[in-house]
Nanobody, 125 residues
Framework: QVQLVESGGGLVQAGGSHRLSCAAS????????MAWFRQTPGKEREFVAG????????RYADSVKGRFTISRNDAKPMVSLQMNTLKAEDTAVYYC??????????????????WGQGTQVTVSS
């Protein structure tokens, strides 16, 4: 059973930067892709960014493109999300997810097999 543990949540001022990390209990090379989703009360879980672990192919939601960067570190193993130029609308619980197999980085939560417990990011305006 793969376990994912997020860290790095907190309170950030609008316009600032913050970094989230997701540690996996297995080598991330054994996972096809990892992604970050976020969720606010009353809304569905939203895809933020994802990366394939072998090739490093990335995919971003339009709302974060150019501001967020996802990266992988297979040696640790860990996936990180660097968030820059944060906005109040980025406030959410951020979840790390892992997928066993696939062809592309999926944006649908149901296609992911493993989930972290979530970490709160609050952007103050």
């Amino acid at each position: 059973q793969v376990q994912l543990v997020e860290s790095g949540g907190g309170l950030v001022q609008a316009g600032g930067s913050h970094r989230l990390s997701c540690a996996a209990s297995v080598r991330t090379s054994s996972i096809y892709a990892m992604a970050w989703f976020r969720q606010t009360p009353g809304k569905e879980r939203e895809f933020v960014a994802g990366i394939t672990m072998s090739s490093g192919t990335t995919r971003y939601a339009d709302s974060v493109k150019g501001r967020f960067t996802i990266s992988r570190n297979d040696a640790k193993p860990m996936v990180s999300l660097q968030m820059n130029t944060l906005k109040a609308e980025d406030t959410a619980v951020y979840y790390c997810a892992g997928r066993n197999n696939g062809i592309l980085v999926a944006s649908t939560p149901d296609l992911y097999n493993y989930w972290g417990q979530g970490t709160q990011v609050t952007v103050s305006s």
